[in-house]
C-alpha cells in the first residue's frame, strides 16, 4: 500500500522567513496530494492540494511542487507569520480513495 | 452550510467499557471516514464507507472496532472493551463524491480517554 514520509518533524523559522517541508510517496498510482494544517486542539483544515496533473500550485504565500517522477512533493510557505506556527500534514490518495497520512511538521515561527 | 459535526466532543471511559462515537458528514457528501490520532502523532485511517458500497475496513486495528453507516449520512464507530491504548482522538471526515481526488473536510473530533 502507500506509504508517505513527511521531513522535517519540526521546524524552527524566523518570522518572515520561508518555510519548506518535504514529503514522498510510494505509490506511483497516487495522483492527489493534499497538505492539511492543524492547530492545537484543532481538527485538521485544507491548505492546499494539488493534482497529479500539475506541478507547481500556489495560494498567496503558499505553495505546492509535485514531482511525479521523484514521487515527492513539497509545500513552501513564503514570508512566514507567527500564526502559521500549527503542525503540517501532507498525504497522498493511494488505493482505495483511502488518504495516506504523514508523521506530520511541527513549524514553529518566532517573532 | 454546516461542517462536518462529531459527538461527543469528550468522553472519558473506564476499561472494559464499551462507546459509541458519531459523526454526522457533509449534507451530500457520499464518502466519510474515520481515522485516529493519538497524541503528537499522525492521521491512521480506520474505515471509509463509500455510499451504499462494502465499507473499506482495512484500518480497524482489532476486532474490537466496528463502524456502520446509514445511506449517506449519520455514522457511528464502536469500541468494545476499550483498553487504553484506544485513547486518542477519533476524527471523521467527509467529502463529496469520494472520488480519487475529492477533498476530505475533517470533523472537530472526539477525544477519548480510556481509564
Known amino acids: 500500500g502507500e506509504n508517505v514520509e513527511q521531513h522535517p518533524s519540526t521546524l524552527s523559522v524566523q518570522e518572515g522567513d520561508s518555510a519548506v517541508i518535504k514529503c514522498t510517496y510510494s505509490?506511483?498510482?497516487?495522483?492527489?496530494f493534499p497538505w492539511y494544517k492543524q492547530e492545537l486542539g484543532k481538527r485538521p483544515q485544507l491548505i492546499i492540494d494539488?493534482?497529479?496533473?500539475?506541478g507547481e500550485k500556489k495560494d498567496q504565500r503558499i505553495a505546492v511542487t509535485l514531482n511525479k517522477t521523484a514521487k515527492h512533493f513539497s509545500l513552501h510557505i513564503t514570508e512566514t507569520q507567527p500564526e502559521d506556527s500549527a503542525v503540517y500534514f501532507c498525504?497522498?490518495?493511494?488505493?482505495?480513495?483511502?488518504?495516506?497520512f504523514g508523521a506530520g511538521t511541527i513549524l514553529r515561527v518566532k517573532s | 452550510g454546516a461542517g462536518v459535526s462529531q459527538s461527543p466532543s469528550n468522553k472519558v471511559t473506564e476499561k472494559g467499557k464499551d462507546v459509541e462515537l458519531r459523526c454526522d458528514p457533509i449534507?451530500?457528501?457520499?464518502?466519510l471516514y474515520w481515522y485516529r490520532q493519538r497524541l503528537g502523532q499522525g492521521l491512521e485511517f480506520l474505515i471509509y464507507?463509500?455510499?451504499?458500497?462494502?465499507?473499506?475496513k482495512s484500518g480497524l486495528p482489532s476486532d474490537r472496532f466496528s463502524a456502520e453507516r446509514t445511506g449517506e449520512s449519520v455514522s457511528t464507530l464502536t469500541i468494545q472493551r476499550t483498553q487504553q491504548e484506544d485513547s486518542a482522538v477519533y476524527l471523521c471526515?467527509?467529502?463529496?463524491?469520494?472520488?480519487?481526488?475529492?477533498?476530505?473536510?475533517f470533523g472537530p473530533g472526539t477525544r477519548l480517554t480510556v481509564l
Open positions: 471526515a467527509s467529502s463529496l463524491v469520494g472520488g480519487r481526488t475529492d477533498t476530505q473536510y
Open positions: 505509490d506511483s498510482a497516487s495522483n492527489y
Open positions: 494539488i493534482r497529479s496533473n500539475v
Open positions: 498525504a497522498a490518495r493511494g488505493y482505495g480513495n483511502k488518504l495516506v
Open positions: 449534507s451530500g457528501h457520499t464518502a
Open positions: 464507507f463509500q455510499g451504499n458500497s462494502a465499507p473499506d
